[in-house]
């Protein structure tokens, strides 16, 4: 009795659960599409990490949305959209953003928008660094290639790949740095701009200076800057509350649905992504319980969107690239193209490595797999199963650039079903090979 007791105070106690929408590869997965059919009904949509540098496409009644900074729920005039503290704002790009999409249709969103007062902010002069450093890195790496980095990650000559070559190809967008501000304890966070402006305008300029001794041809309009961000504080003010207890009411006062919209994508993780081509951010998991300031027992599914294939942008290794007549068709049919970059994506087949590697560090409930229909017109489809190195199989994604460049894939050789599934809207409209594929998908990977 008092075992049971417990547990239906524990019920009781712990609140409503999230569901959480993560990219399971090299981001480019369609998150945006999959979030979007699950916001219809949602009461909250959430982010929880990155910035401006996420790109996600809706469409919707023929309109094209292009989000980057804000909840692409945004479009959804019954749901709130929450930017948590763990995303990093530049307040001058979310009202462009805002402006551009209005003109297309996108209404009221100020009164649906709630941002919290612990999100770090991105300065301009953060995204003039950003230029700054990959133009740095590129020179200095520059002079020294080193095997398996940039240079030789099957992008063939660096010398042909103009603004590409040993960089770690950033969106330019002063994440990172943002992010480096933040680590770094001399970040400024929207409470702070909310606050004593003075104060603020103090520790502007000392970070700006302090920027600028770091790069000397920086030139940073201090003034200028301040004068558009104390505007910026008044438009903002209305939608600014303290997250955590904004997110502990939403979780505990009457049942909603709340949505939580990951950016970037596992292989683009701080942590766990292919270290240093990645994003300066946890995009896994465990980023959602301290971007949102939620516990761990508050997330409920956590679905990993996944496309049939694969695809990068920029740089870093990619063991199942094509490069030859697949890795085209796979461009050309998917419009590979990147949403905030606009670089062409490199492409390859699914590598059930990288899946299963995410899935041990998200702990995925279900599988959300998009552009299926790209490979349709193919005879046969390959999917890569294990990485050899030195002949011998190994059970574990590798940390080092370099070692994961040297991986064999070995490749499973499935049969193409040679018809058009774009029609397709349940199971049993796809043909008998395509459940043959997605069965096997889910079989290696564990998730159901």
Known sequence: GVKRGRLQHEAATTGSRVTVVLGAQWGDEGKGKVVDLLAADADIVSRFQGGNNAGHTVVVDGKEYDFHLLPSGIINTKAVSFIGNGVVVHLPGLFEEAEKNEKKGLKDWEKRLILS?????????????????EVQRQAQEGKKPRAGWPGQAGLGDPS????????????????????SSKAARTGLRVC???????EFSTRFKNLAHQHQS???????????????????????????????YFMYEALHGAPKKILVEGANAALL????????????????????????GI????????YGVVKAYTTRVG????????INEIGDLLQSRGHEWGVTTGRKRRCGWLDLMTLRYAHMVNGFTALALTKLDILDVLDEIKVGIAYKLSGKRIPYFPANQEILQKVE??????????????????????????QSYIRFVENHVGVA
């Not at 870093?316 to 094509?322: D, L, N, V």
């Open 214 to 244: 770091m790069f000397p041809t920086l030139e940073i309009d201090v003034e200028g800057q301040l004068k558009r961000l104390k505007g910026f504080a008044e438009r903002i003010r209305p939608m600014v509350r303290d997250g955590v």
């Open 409 to 434: 894939v070995e490749y499973e050789t499935l049969p193409g079903w040679k018809a058009d599934t774009t029609g397709a809207r349940k199971w049993e409209d796809l043909p008998a090979q395509a």
């Open 315 to 322: 740089i870093g290794a990619f063991p199942t690239e094509q």
């Open 295 to 302: 516990p761990p027992h508050n997330i409920g599914e956590v």
């Open 160 to 179: 042909s790949q103009p603004g590409l070559s040993f960089s770690i190809g950033t969106t330019r967008k002063g994440i990172g740095p943002a992010y």
């Open 269 to 292: 993780d701080i942590d766990f992504g292919t270290y240093p081509f990645v994003t300066s951010s946890n995009c896994t998991v465990g980023g959602v319980c301290t971007g949102l």
């Open 192 to 198: 702070d701009l909310l606050s004593d402006f003075d």
């Open 117 to 133: 007062d612990r999100a770090h902010l991105v300065f301009d002069f953060h995204q003039a660094v950003d230029g700054l450093q």
